[in-house]
C-alpha cells in the first residue's frame, strides 16, 4: 500500500510537535464503515469533504477541508459566507481531483493534509469535543487528536457548515 499521504501527514504533525495517536484499524471507506469498525463515539467522527472556490478569478482555485457530522450536510450557502466568495464559486471536488489538490486518496481524506495548508472549516458541533477522529491518508488508519493539538496543527476555524440530515 502507498503509505505516501500517511507519512507526509504523520510529518506534518511531528514537526510541528502536535500531539496525536494513530488507531489501525481494517480498511473503512465510508461513513458506515467506519461506524461498523470502530469503537470509537459518534459524536467524535468527523467526515470530512473536500471544496474548491474563487473568489475573482476561476484560475485561482482554492481549497477548503471541511469537517462534519456523519449524518448531516454541508450548508454551501453558510460556507461560501465564511470563505468569502458566493455560492456559485462554490464546488464539491470531484473524487478524481482529490488526490491532485490535497495529496490524500478519496475515503481517507482528513482535517490536516499532506500538501499546502488550505482553510480547514469544522462544524461548531465538535468546538466543545474532547477527542476528535479523522481521516489519517489511509483507508486503515484514523487520527485521534484532542482539540487543542488539532488547533495548534492546522488553520481551522468552528463555524456552522453543516444542515439537516442525509435521508
Not at 10 to 17: D, E, G, I, T
Not at 23 to 52: A, C, G, R, W, Y
Not at 90 to 118: H, Q, R, S
Request: overall charge neutral; charged content about 20%.
Amino acid at each position: 500500500m502507498n503509505n505516501t499521504s500517511f507519512d507526509k501527514i504523520n510529518q506534518k504533525l511531528n514537526l510541528r510537535n502536535i500531539v496525536y495517536e494513530i488507531l489501525e484499524h481494517s480498511p473503512v471507506f465510508t461513513m458506515e464503515d467506519v461506524f461498523k469498525t470502530l469503537n470509537i463515539p459518534s459524536s467524535s467522527q468527523i467526515k470530512t469533504l473536500v471544496l474548491s472556490y474563487f473568489k475573482d478569478n476561476p484560475e485561482n482555485k482554492c481549497i477548503a477541508i471541511c469537517g462534519i457530522s456523519a449524518t448531516a450536510r454541508l450548508d454551501y450557502k453558510a460556507i461560501a459566507g465564511v470563505v468569502g466568495t458566493s455560492r456559485s464559486k462554490l464546488k464539491m471536488v470531484d473524487i478524481d481531483e482529490t488526490f491532485d489538490l490535497i495529496g490524500m486518496p478519496y475515503g481517507a481524506i482528513g482535517l490536516v493534509v499532506p500538501v499546502g495548508d488550505p482553510v480547514v472549516l469544522v462544524s461548531n458541533k465538535f468546538q466543545n469535543i474532547d477527542y476528535l477522529y479523522f481521516g489519517a491518508g489511509r483507508n486503515d488508519r484514523t487520527i485521534k487528536i484532542s482539540r487543542q493539538e488539532l488547533l495548534k496543527a492546522v488553520n481551522l476555524t468552528f463555524c456552522e457548515i453543516e444542515k439537516g440530515l442525509l435521508q
